[in-house]
């Protein structure tokens, strides 16, 4: 039998298998390529979608912090002056419900190295807040005092600062580890916080 009568079927046979080959695993490539750019696009959404849940939490913790110093003020300023102001006494419980709140979705949120300064301020707060109450209701501890109370007020204001100056920070890195930076703001639409210094 002639070889070259053999071959030729054999040569169109390895040639269909190859075109099919080349088909199938240039399919295979694309899939696999289409596959790890959607990896790549939820990644991102993710790591958008956390970057502002984080962001909101501090807004509402920074937030809740301020309106809390602010109502222990006004507080401690009708104590000083000696007059029935209800709608103080509700404000201050008001603040302090929204403060409660704020720490507990922080807790669930934040870094630790954030969360140690939120702690620091919650819990600082809260002995404030029993020391005013007490000295509102004509029951003070040893301790207790309006000049006492003061002071811890102040305190707290710097250790606000503080607990920005670590959110800041956090959201820094977050921006700068997503690669998407665009004027100094996340792509996401997650600004920058931004100190205040009147806080007194």
Do not use: F, K
């Amino acid at each position: 039998m002639d070889i070259g009568v053999m071959t030729a079927p054999l040569v169109a046979v390895v040639g269909v298998v190859g075109t099919l080959m080349s088909a199938l695993l240039t399919q295979r490539a694309a899939d696999r390529s289409r596959q790890r750019e959607q990896e790549r696009t939820e990644g991102a959404w993710d790591r958008r979608i956390e970057a502002r849940e984080r962001w909101a939490c501090y807004v509402a913790l920074n937030i809740s912090g301020r309106h809390y110093l602010a109502a222990l003020t006004d507080q401690l300023h009708a104590l000083g002056h000696d007059v029935e102001l209800p709608n103080v006494r509700q404000r201050l419980t008001d603040a302090r419900d929204d403060h409660r709140e704020a720490y507990a979705e922080a807790q669930l949120i934040l870094p630790d190295r954030v969360l140690d300064h939120a702690e620091a301020v919650s819990h600082g707060l809260g002995s404030v807040y029993g020391m005013v109450r007490r000295l509102d209701d004509g029951t003070p501890e040893t301790a207790d005092s309006p000049s006492a109370a003061h002071e811890e007020i102040r305190a707290l204001w710097e250790r606000l600062r503080q607990m920005r100056a670590q959110m800041r920070a956090d959201l820094a890195a977050s921006r700068s580890q997503s690669g998407r930076r665009r004027g100094g703001a996340e792509e996401s639409g997650v600004a920058p916080a931004t100190d205040r210094h009147s806080e007194e």
